[in-house]
């Protein structure tokens, strides 16, 4: 039988929110040097795991200037955590049963001003 399989493809960890815009329709802002070594496109649905309250969502990214260190929450989102939280962002794909098996995810660490390390 085949069949597909949800695998992580991407994952920016222990970024800090660096600020919120409740006035937003909704979404998460990273800085596009993230999104880029991450491979996560502009719109591109990420779930994001707040280390300091323990919320979890699913959004949709903005890309913000390359360099910025942005990690904005947007709309709804802004209510999830605060400036200064630490959180995990994670992208995922659907991939063949035989491809999971040898699939490897792009793993992103960063620094204290959410710069690639």
Not at 35 to 45: R, S, T
Not at 68 to 91: E, Q
Request: net charge negative; with cysteine; glycine share 8%.
């Amino acid at each position: 039988m085949k069949f597909k399989r949800i695998m992580l493809k991407s994952k920016i960890n222990k970024a800090t929110i660096t600020g919120g815009d409740l006035d937003y329709e909704g979404s998460i802002t990273i800085d596009e040097e993230l999104l880029e070594k991450a491979d996560i496109l502009k719109n591109e649905q990420v779930h994001v795991l707040n280390l300091n309250n323990g919320e979890r969502f699913i959004t949709y990214t903005i890309v913000a200037e390359r360099g910025s260190g942005a990690i904005i929450l947007n709309g709804p989102a802004a209510r999830l955590g605060v400036t200064g939280d630490r959180v995990i962002i994670l992208a995922f794909c659907e991939v063949s049963d035989e491809d999971a098996k040898k699939f490897e995810p792009k793993l992103i660490k960063v620094d204290e001003n959410n710069h690639p390390l």
